[in-house]
């Protein structure tokens, strides 16, 4: 049974340290997603990309996220540094676009991260 | 951008209530999906709907697509303690291999 696997599932770091998660999707999917899900703000888009290309990243803060694929197998999240307003958890997903069409999207686990 | 606004936030009921959430975009969709997350659980797809007034079911679920492809609507019969969860619309764009989420509705389920 595929599934998106992310690592780390927890983790808690001081502000101003730097934080990266990862991600895995599921083998044969072309389109990578990162969102971060708050009670506040719900779900949001930070970035995506699409047979390792990155298409979209206009809903991360620049300044201090990056975003990075390295290969099929691998998708990365930084925070450096990180702020305590950074704390919510991040899910990677993965799907097969096809056509253009936003097609169904399998969530990993997420990260839940806190900043102290 | 668009926006894709969910109603109600939050709704609790009885064990064999019905419940229902409706989903609004301020644009119009190519296509809708929906989506439920357990209690600290991630997002798991329920189901796509792409025509203009379409309706599917799966089991006590139905779900439909309005006819101006702006709105949608879960309707769950006779709920059960399993259904409890948070149940989210995402709307997406012809051309654009994104989803716009809604906030979601929190539904809680007393036996």
């Known amino acids: 049974d595929a599934r998106v696997t992310q690592t780390p599932r927890d983790k808690v770091t001081e502000m101003g340290q730097e934080v990266t998660m990862r991600c895995q999707p599921i083998?044969?999917?072309?389109?990578v997603f990162w969102y971060r899900q708050t009670m506040k703000q719900g779900l949001e888009l930070l970035a995506y990309?699409?047979?390792?290309?990155?298409?979209?990243d206009s809903g991360m803060p620049k300044d201090r996220f990056s975003a990075e694929m390295p290969d099929a197998t691998l998708a990365t999240l930084k925070i450096q540094p990180s702020e305590p307003r950074d704390s919510a958890v991040y899910f990677c997903?993965?799907?097969?676009?096809?056509?253009?069409?936003?097609?169904?999207?399998?969530f990993g686990p997420g990260t839940r991260l806190t900043v102290l | 951008g668009q926006q894709v606004m969910q109603i109600p936030q939050y709704q609790h009921v009885q064990e064999g209530e019905d419940f229902t959430t409706y989903c609004n975009s301020s644009?119009?969709?190519?296509?809708i999906q929906w989506y439920k997350q357990r209690p600290g659980g991630h997002p798991v797809f329920l189901i796509q709907?792409?025509?203009?007034?379409e309706v599917k079911k799966q089991k006590r679920l139905t779900f439909q697509f309005g006819e101006a492809k702006k709105n949608s609507s879960l309707h769950i019969t006779a709920t059960q303690t399993t259904d409890v969860g948070t149940y989210f619309c995402?709307?997406?764009?012809?051309?654009?291999?994104?989803?716009?989420f809604g906030k979601g509705t929190m539904l809680l389920v007393s036996p």
């Open positions: 997903a993965s799907g097969l676009v096809l056509s253009g069409r936003a097609n169904e999207q399998f």
């Open positions: 083998l044969g999917h072309n389109t």
């Open positions: 990309f699409r047979n390792r290309a990155p298409l979209d």
């Open positions: 644009t119009t969709l190519s296509n």
């Open positions: 709907l792409v025509k203009s007034g």
């Open positions: 995402a709307g997406g764009n012809s051309g654009y291999s994104t989803l716009t």
